[in-house]
């Protein structure tokens, strides 16, 4: 028998207006571009929820009242619930609803979608807990899996998670880690004993984020049919299917007009045919399914680019240095007990700023410039050390007046 796991992640970062040198010591104000402007986070969050997250959760709740055995996972970053319940309530309460069917994981994982993990553990675990409460009162669950920011993982991550109490972790199946190893296994972390790896398929599941409209895939035009007999070939030679892709998928990346809903419509009812599938949530694949053996993911891996690497968001030397900086400043903006200024910091931790500054070309290059709202990644790195400097202004500020001793401030961000 195979189960299949079918994860979306939900995600929407707060993005930085175009904040000239000229705005430094002059406004605070961030993350405000005017109405009409391609980074107004109102209209791009209400446009996404429009085209695909509204649609989408009609759609997932249809699916799940028709076929009782169905059974999905989200993964909904702090910024993105901030955001909906701001700009879109109805779309927040369309998520909670499908929660409420009982067959709606959600997950845990960083409240900014931040890389906070490679910089700082404690500002990492504050991240988390922070969310796992947002997640409690929103959606009346207590979150047991991870998955951390652009499925970000290695195997001091694993270890880490494993000692916060989670059951289980969600990592890319990435070929050059696995060797000739099957990502249709759960696994377990070097060095764990109790928690459990689950791997994103990620040839079928891109077969559905990326190739569904490419006219040009030898595969098009992808049919629920098809698809479920490649899912259903796993059978006897895997234990698990897992399917994880952004939720944008649906609606945004791929448009109403190529059909994704429609394959939707119809792929759980397919899958049901064979007589061996069924579906599962993440933290019942970990109950209920045996790790086959430990796996080793020595350095850090993600679900971006050709690599699966870290380099879509840490590969040149602005991404270097505007992360360096800004996560040399947690001491000194933790001490001010600011709570604006702490939640503008936090704010710019998100990942998107970095993958906003990536220069990669190649066979990537595309990817990044249709996923940048900005005209050039240096005018991304521009606006957002304009703000850091900002920032930093603000916190010499606040530190003056509640007397903390400036020479830490001064080391802190240096």
Sequence with gaps: MSAICFY????????????????????????????????????????????SYLPANRLFLELLHRHPRLKLAYSLSGVVMDQLAEYAPETLDSFRELAATGRVEILSETYYHSLSFLYSKDEFAHQVRLHDQKVKTLFHQIPKVFRNTELIYNNELGRYMEKMGYTGIIAEGAEHILGWRSPNFLYRPVGTQKIKMLLKNFKLSDDIAFRFST?????????????????????????????????????????????????????????????????????????????????????????ADIERDVSAWLGNPMQDDAAGKLFALESAILKTRDNQLISDWRKLQTSDHFYYMCTKWFADGDVHKYFNPYESPYEAFIAFMNVLQDIRMRLEAVSKSKKITPKKIITSTQ
Excluded: C
Excluded at 264 to 271: I, N, Q, T, V, W
């Design 8 to 51: 979306f992640q939900v995600h929407q970062p707060y993005r930085i207006r175009k904040y000239r040198v000229f705005d430094i010591g002059n406004s605070h104000e961030y993350f405000d571009s005017p109405p009409g402007d391609r980074l107004n986070n109102l209209e791009i969050l209400q446009k996404v929820a429009r085209k």
């Design 215 to 303: 006219r040009g895939w030898s595969e098009y035009p992808l049919t629920a049919p098809k698809f479920a007999r490649w899912v259903s070939a796993v059978n006897g030679s895997g234990d698990i299917v897992n399917l994880f892709m952004d939720y944008e998928t649906f609606g945004e990346h791929q448009w109403e007009d190529t059909g994704i809903f429609e394959f939707m419509r119809y792929l759980p009812g397919e899958l049901l045919k064979h007589p061996d599938n069924y579906f599962v949530t993440p933290s019942e694949a970990v109950k209920k399914l045996p790790a086959v053996g430990e796996l080793d993911f020595p350095f850090f891996v993600s679900w």
